[in-house]
Structure formats: C-alpha cells, structure tokens
C-alpha cells in the first residue's frame, strides 16, 4: 500500500471516484464473489475478490483491480490500492490494505478494469482496538456448512440480520468437496460464497477460516492424505488469514489478536496422524511444529483471554475423529496450560453437527458450534462433561466478549436459524479457570 498518494494517483483516484456508483446505480463491471474482509486488525484490513471472466471476444485473458479505502461514506480523501493484476480463468485476488487508523470506521470500493465493481451503498469495516485494549466485542463461530448452496442459505441469512458481530470464524467443513483435486474445491468453494446474505455479512465482518476433514479432503482424511500440497495452496486462493502456518512448517495455522483477546486458529488435518494409529507417544494431531508454535505463542501470550480453535472436538468422549483418540497430545497440552499458569483459555470446535458445551476434566471450558447447514446428528447424545446440549436446527454459536472490568466476561449465545436466540450463559471468571465445578447434564438430558 502507498503511504500517501502522489500528483497522479490523485489525478487517479479523482478519476475512479466519478466512476463510483452513486445513488444506487447499478455497477458496469460487477464482482463475480466478493468483497470478503478477511482479517481486520488494528492498523490494517485484508480482502478477497473474486473478478468476472473476460468476454470469449477480449484478446487478454487479465483483470487489473484496485481498492479505495476511506473513512467518508463517500471517499472523500480515500486511500487507493495500486492495481493489482487477476489472471485467469479463475480471476481471485487479495488486497492488504495497511495504515489505518485503530477502532475507525472506513468505507471501501472495489473497481476492475477502471470500472466500477460494486453497487452502492458502499460497505464498511470497523478496524480493532489497539492490541492490549480492553474493549467489548461479538464473534460467531460456525461449522459444517452443509453440501449444497441452499443448506446454510436460512442460516446466512439468519446470522446477516439477527445480532451484531464483529467477527466470523469457519471452523471447518467450510464446503463437503470431499476432494483434494483444486478443481472441485473451488467449485464447492464459488457454490458457497454466491449467496446474497454470505456476500452481505462478510463484505462488512471480518473473516477468518481453518479447514477439517470435508474441505481438506475426504471424509475422515489426515496427513497422509494423497494432494493435500494442492489442498493448502487451493485454502490460500480463498481466504485472507493473517498468515498460513510457519515458514518451514506447511498448514493453515495461524493467530491473531483482538483488543487484549488473543486467538489461535489451529490445523488438526495437514500433519494429522491416521485415527486408528496406536496413541504410543509419536501419534499426533498437530505434528510436532505447530504444537511448539502453539505453546510458545500461549506463554507469551499477555491477553486476558485467549480462544483456541480447532475442527476436532476437544471433549474426553469425543468420537474416532476427535482429540479423544490423540489423548497423549491433548493431555500434554492441557497439562503444559496448568503446569504453566496459564488463565483464560477457552476451547472451541466444531465437527459434530450438533452444539454442546463441556467443562473438560473440570478445567476447561469448550463449545462446539454446528450444523450451519448440514443435517442433524441423530444419535448423538450429551456425554459426562456436557453442560449444555442441542441437536435440533440449524445452529450457531455467538460469544459476547468484555474485558473492560477487573474480571472479563464471556457469554455464550446459542442461535437456531429462524428461531433467534434458544439460549444464553455467562460464564463466571472462576467457572472459566476451572476453579468452579459447573454440573454436567443428567444422562440424555437437554
């Protein structure tokens, strides 16, 4: 990004800004899919476009597109992207947008080719606090989107209206291609983002995704999955993450923090070990990489709360595709959290097509959100650490995150779609550390 404009990049946005759409007209060169904000910091935003094919009768196969970022409804004084070049034929393109100003509201604007590439009114983004800030804000976290466009489409938009967020975490099973080939990801992919409500939420909410067993591979796949190299480098195309594993260790994992709320967004499928391999000490869920990664990064960690996400269930009776099968990996880790002092983690998942919560071992607090449009589990039931549990509707979750006062608060808020809100809990402080025991539902209790 440019930090300031020069003579003619003025001359140029002056330009692209009479192009804008104005008074509801309708755009001359529209976005295909997009735009989807990606992760918004405090000082920056990432975005993903997806342009529209050339016509069979333009000799170059390229889009040039470009981004005005401002805090005016109008983009006055805007900030412009220089333009970026698409090839295709698949034309999808990020933009990093660095420079702004903390817990600002700013307007953006897409155009391709010098045209404008969005109708009006123009969307806008809110970027975070500070890092270490305390603050209050909402985050939704979903999974298991469902096979077909139309499953999540009540949910999509249920979610686009029914409560504010400021955050959107796909926990996996983003699509069921069910496929490492790129072709069929991409298509499962383009199914899932044309909806008008998904293009509605996430053009103003920012986004951020980790994958699972359905859109990684096929049903049940782990690292020795056979392309699983074109699978990452298909989730890169199409999701504008801070950042995709470390350098010399491949996968989707990655952290970022909100305010003084820290995430850690983990990959449970690339270094995977098979679920049936013997739990002799090298089977593992993370590979040995992303494990240090993700406890040197929680000891450092300074936020008061930090959220840790993964596409398998944490939950001692969880299924063959769950943590419970990697019992050495996860005890050690839940072990290194208390032997170290570490407060204010809380687990989420996703997977099981039904939302629980649990309290793990009587230490941890953990929420798993799900199905946003796929079918209902049928036979699962609350198992011993269970504290709340439903399987009816297409479900998602929503935390309410403050850390303005000596202790933060978190409330879970459970969402059916086209029901509203089914249920609401605040967590005590004591409660999420472990220190008070929360009573687990009677058997097949509800």
Known sequence: MKRSLSLIGWMVLVLLLALAPKGGASPTTQLELGPMLGHVGSTEVRLWVKAPPRPATTRSPRRS???????????????????QTLQGPEYLGQF???????????????????????????????????????GRFRFAFISCVGRNAFDPAAAWGDLAARTPIDLLLFLGDNHYADSTEPAKQRAAYYEQRQLAAFRDLTSRVACYGIWDDHDFGP???????????????TFKEFWANPGFGQRDDPGVY?????GDVDFFMLDVRYHRSPNESPDDGSKTMLGAAQLAWLKRELA???????????GSEWQTHGTVDSWSRFNRERLELFDFLQERGIPGVVLLSGDRHFTAAYQILGRLLEVTSGPFGSSN???????????????????YCVFDVDTTGVEPKLT?????????????????????????????????GN
């Open 412 to 444: 879970l808020e459970v969402y059916r779609a086209a029901e509203g809100l089914i249920h609401k809990r605040e967590f005590t402080w004591n409660e999420i550390l472990g220190v008070t025991k929360i009573p687990p539902l009677a058997p097949g």
């Open 300 to 310: 450092a960690s300074r936020a008061k709360v930090k959220f840790i996400a993964s």
């Open 96 to 134: 990093h947008v660095t420079g702004l100003k903390p817990a600002t509201r700013y307007y953006y604007w897409v155009h391709v080719d010098g045209e404008s590439g969005m109708a009006s009114p123009l969307p806008s983004f809110v970027t975070a606090p500070a890092d270490g800030t305390p």
């Open 219 to 233: 049903n049940n796949s782990d690292g020795t999955a056979a392309g699983k190299e074109r699978s990452l480098q």
């Open 65 to 83: 597109v470009a981004v005005c970022v401002s805090e005016h409804p109008d983009l006055s004084r805007g900030r412009m992207l220089r333009n």
């Open 377 to 395: 589990s049928s036979r699962a039931q609350p198992t011993p650490e269970a504290i709340y549990f439903v399987t009816t509707g297409k479900l």
């Open 254 to 258: 990655f952290k970022f923090t909100r």
